[in-house]
């Protein structure tokens, strides 16, 4: 049977391992040349299959494939751009199948969240009814941990670690200082429907009463009132007040606290800032003098601080993506599974994209707390093991030593551009 070459695409908002899972599929492809002839990979996530726009990633050393376990951020590029349905689009779908058929293309290893699972899924089913069938695996990554099967998603530990400690880091610099001057302060995380990131501020407490005292989270309705309340209570019995407050915090009606009033790419709304939402909230009402952040793209690049634990999973995901391809299977995705027992252990399972496309994965009522501020011991459990372990890149003259791609693309054979 004739070798089939393999096509590698990052998606969406990137992380600080997911170069990790592109070592992976690499390296694990490198090793199986006798059944995957070159590997490919989009410039530019999905765009570049599109537009044809293909890098050989054979142009690249072994040593720098091996670097892209300890680089962040999208190292071929990545894009926010969600495929419309075939139903609205067919166009888009079979220019994909063309420019995989045009290039010997077999495998299709698409490394993202919930909308590239679905385009993955759309992928498989099109291209057996156009006669030229794809192996598509999706490969899991997302920082808010919201896909479902899988116990946590590649990405999430590293952002969950960052939160935990910067959280730590600043609730010390507060306290320290907040007798003369800040008294509230806010730190800003990603999560726009699912707490898990805010609820991983939790972490930085190493005894009650420790920071953070209040933790927002987008699955608890916000209640201005309550939430004041809570502030000038804390102030008036610590001294200062922390709070960790995910992006995606709403009202009972699902009105988001900082709607900008406009959407994204993925029809997903755009978010103005909770933070100074919130720190306008004491100023008017309680007249506490204040300080917010916003972690926004530091905390899902910090690959400095990255858990080993994710390292070690988003790296697993991609060389199993792979075997998987290789076995036979089609339109699935390998996951993580937690094994039981006191001591935490993982697997590599897998699931059908059918499960996984379009499914979002929100904060289980048992891991938030009664009242709605915190999480429970439970929430606690799950978290921890996630962000255990230190994985440091190498460093020179203090900084972190990073891949570098050629990036070389190859020639089009398709004559007609596409236009997206």
Known sequence: MPKKNAFYAQSGGVTAVINASACGVIEAAREHRDEIGTVYAGLNGILGALREELIDVSQESVDTIAALR??????????????????????EYERLIEVFRAHDIGYFFYNGGGDSADTCLKVSQLSEKMGYPIQAIHIPKTVDNDLPVTDNCPGFGSVAKYVAVSTKEAALDVASMCDTSTKVFILEVMGRHAGWIAAAGALAREADGDAPHIILLPEVAFDRAQF?????????????????ASEGAQYEDGTFLADAGSVDAFGHKQLGG????????VKEELGLKYHWALADYLQRAARHIASATDVQQAYAVGRAAVEMALSGKNAIMPTIQRGAGDNYSWSVGEAPLSEVANVEKMMPKEYISEDGFDITAAGRDYLLPLIQGEDYPPYKDGVPQYARLKKVLVKKKLEESFDV
Not at 77 to 89: M, P
Not at 228 to 244: F, M, S
Request: charged content about 20%.
């Open 70 to 91: 300890h680089t962040p951020s999208g190292a071929f590029g990545s894009c926010r751009y969600k495929l419309k349905s075939l139903e609205q689009n067919r166009a």
């Open 228 to 244: 004041l309340a809570r502030v000038q209570k804390t102030v008036d019995e610590k001294g200062y007040c922390v709070i960790v």
């Open 274 to 281: 909770v933070a100074p939402t919130l720190a306008n909230m």
